[in-house]
């Protein structure tokens, strides 16, 4: 299974090891390396590295990559998918999965990748469990254990580790019940020239937030459940009731979980949520370029699109801009050649246009292409894909929760090209 996991960080240091069965060689990560100098951008590195004698699997979460070793085949998506968990659990402990939080955090974090993994196979991978198991660091914890020499890892067994739902731990109380559940969707999607949609796809998950005394049985409904047909279930969600009755029966985990994800591919049922008009022109011979573009709302259910920044990349022989934004700031890097505007929230009745003129070096041919330009938005209380949850019932305790449902959605990879 997993050999080894380095932790490399932005500059391509590695900062952080683990091996769990022979020590493997730093020099492996050279093959990385070489696929990250090859690679446009950091996200676009190859998840799968073959090397002669490993195999390199990889994610980039929050500008640092997790590289996982192999040495026989192991099905990819079981190695990223723990990876990703990694990640998270680094984060619900640190608050944030930076190089510094692990830095400061090491002692932790090599306890906690010894109880995630086992010989390289996956043991504890819930976050309940391993707050039973190991301790989050506090402020007054880590003075403690400086004074004494004591560890974070605790004395006694997780007591869900042997019950029937793992996920969750016995004997949890708390004084106000309440039950959080977040709807976000991000939007993928590529919009011609012309402005007509070349693909468009919608990644939606439910994040939960449950904090309910005892063992409380939950069941939740959609309005309109034949949306999900791509689905992907936390281990708690009941799936043959899922499959006879669409609905999501449950034992919840206490605290954060993520409940399920989705993936709406078909183009009828993803709505555009924003438009682009755009001329952008460079003449033959001439040392001037125009730039001119206008940003509007399109069917947002009468939502408002808000923390709206567009991002363009200039051809070579653009050496500076004069552009003037009716809202918002805008920034041109004349060594990048990277245009970001930064629009903010968009109002229907005056709608954001950044016009203006380009200096193009002298002599220069013509530009091949024109450059794509890059959207990013959210929409508040919105699901594009026009998922609603219908209602939440609880069973097998007497109190009466709080319950509230947040809808948002937000773009992904949105490209408008020119």
């Given at each position: 299974?997993?050999?080894?996991?380095?932790?490399?960080?932005s500059s391509?240091?590695?900062?952080?090891?683990?091996?769990?069965?022979?020590v493997?060689?730093?020099?492996?990560?050279?093959?990385?390396?070489?696929?990250?100098?090859?690679?446009?951008?950091?996200?676009?590195?190859?998840?799968?590295?073959?090397?002669?004698?490993?195999?390199?699997?990889?994610v980039?979460?929050?500008?640092?990559?997790?590289?996982?070793?192999?040495?026989?085949?192991?099905?990819?998506?079981?190695v990223?998918?723990?990876?990703?968990?990694?990640?998270?659990?680094?984060?619900?402990?640190?608050?944030v999965?930076?190089?510094?939080a692990?830095?400061?955090?090491?002692?932790?974090?090599?306890?906690?990748?010894?109880?995630?993994l086992?010989?390289?196979?996956?043991?504890?991978?819930?976050?309940?469990?391993?707050?039973?198991?190991?301790?989050?660091?506090?402020?007054?914890?880590?003075?403690?254990?400086?004074?004494?020499?004591?560890?974070?890892?605790?004395?006694?067994?997780?007591?869900g580790?042997?019950?029937?739902?793992?996920?969750?731990?016995?004997?949890?109380?708390?004084?106000?019940?309440?039950?959080?559940?977040?709807?976000?969707?991000e939007?993928?999607?590529?919009?011609?020239?012309?402005?007509?949609?070349?693909?468009?796809?919608?990644?939606?998950?439910?994040?939960?937030?449950?904090?309910?005394?005892?063992?409380?049985?939950?069941?939740?409904?959609?309005?309109?459940?034949?949306?999900?047909?791509?689905?992907?279930?936390?281990?708690?969600v009941?799936?043959?009731?899922?499959?006879?009755?669409?609905?999501?029966?449950?034992?919840?985990?206490?605290?954060?979980?993520?409940?399920?994800?989705?993936?709406?591919?078909?183009?009828?049922?993803?709505?555009?949520?924003?438009?682009?008009?755009?001329?952008?022109?460079?003449?033959?011979?001439?040392?001037?370029?125009?730039?001119?573009?206008?940003?509007?709302?399109?069917?947002?259910?009468?939502?408002?699109?808000?923390?709206?920044?567009?991002s363009?990349?200039?051809?070579?022989?653009?050496?500076?801009?004069?552009?003037?934004?009716?809202?918002?700031?805008?920034?041109?890097?004349p060594?990048?050649?990277?245009?970001?505007?930064?629009?903010?929230k968009?109002?229907?009745?005056?709608?954001?246009?950044?016009?203006?003129?380009?200096?193009?070096?002298?002599?220069?041919?013509?530009p091949?292409?024109?450059?794509?330009?890059?959207?990013?938005?959210?929409?508040?209380?919105?699901?594009?894909?026009?998922?609603?949850v219908?209602?939440?019932?609880?069973?097998?305790?007497?109190?009466?929760?709080?319950?509230?449902?947040?809808?948002?959605?937000?773009?992904?990879?949105?490209?408008?090209?020119?």
């Amino acid at each position: 299974m997993i050999h080894s996991l380095f932790l490399v960080n932005s500059s391509g240091d590695i900062f952080l090891e683990k091996h769990w069965k022979s020590v493997v060689s730093r020099s492996v990560c050279d093959y990385f390396f070489e696929a990250q100098e090859r690679a446009s951008e950091p996200e676009n590195v190859p998840p799968v590295i073959p090397t002669p004698h490993h195999y390199l699997i990889s994610v980039l979460r929050h500008r640092i990559y997790f590289v996982a070793v192999i040495q026989s085949e192991v099905p990819p998506l079981f190695v990223i998918e723990f990876l990703h968990r990694v990640v998270d659990t680094f984060q619900d402990y640190f608050g944030v999965c930076t190089e510094a939080a692990i830095k400061d955090n090491v002692v932790v974090v090599y306890e906690l990748l010894e109880e995630m993994l086992d010989n390289g196979f996956p043991l504890a991978t819930e976050s309940n469990i391993l707050k039973e198991l190991i301790k989050p660091p506090t402020i007054l914890r880590t003075v403690v254990n400086t004074i004494t020499g004591s560890t974070n890892v605790g004395e006694q067994l997780p007591t869900g580790q042997l019950s029937v739902v793992p996920w969750r731990r016995t004997g949890v109380k708390y004084t106000n019940n309440e039950a959080y559940f977040d709807v976000v969707e991000e939007i993928d999607a590529i919009i011609d020239k012309s402005g007509s949609t070349i693909t468009a796809e919608i990644q939606g998950v439910i994040d939960a937030c449950v904090k309910l005394t005892g063992m409380p049985d939950l069941t939740l409904s959609f309005m309109n459940p034949r949306l999900l047909d791509d689905v992907s279930f936390h281990p708690c969600v009941r799936f043959k009731r899922w499959e006879a009755e669409r609905i999501l029966s449950f034992i919840p985990p206490d605290g954060n979980f993520r409940l399920l994800s989705y993936h709406v591919s078909c183009q009828n049922l993803v709505a555009i949520p924003v438009y682009v008009k755009h001329n952008i022109t460079f003449r033959e011979g001439s040392s001037q370029g125009r730039f001119e573009l206008t940003l509007g709302p399109k069917q947002t259910m009468g939502k408002g699109l808000e923390a709206v920044i567009i991002s363009s990349q200039l051809p070579r022989g653009v050496l500076n801009t004069n552009l003037n934004p009716s809202q918002g700031t805008y920034n041109f890097d004349p060594v990048t050649k990277l245009l970001s505007w930064d629009v903010g929230k968009i109002n229907p009745q005056k709608l954001p246009s950044l016009k203006g003129s380009m200096s193009l070096q002298a002599g220069a041919s013509k530009p091949d292409e024109n450059p794509t330009i890059n959207i990013q938005f959210k929409i508040q209380q919105s699901a594009l894909s026009g998922l609603k949850v219908n209602r939440l019932d609880m069973y097998g305790e007497k109190y009466k929760p709080f319950k509230g449902i947040k809808y948002m959605t937000k773009a992904g990879k949105f490209q408008v090209r020119t």
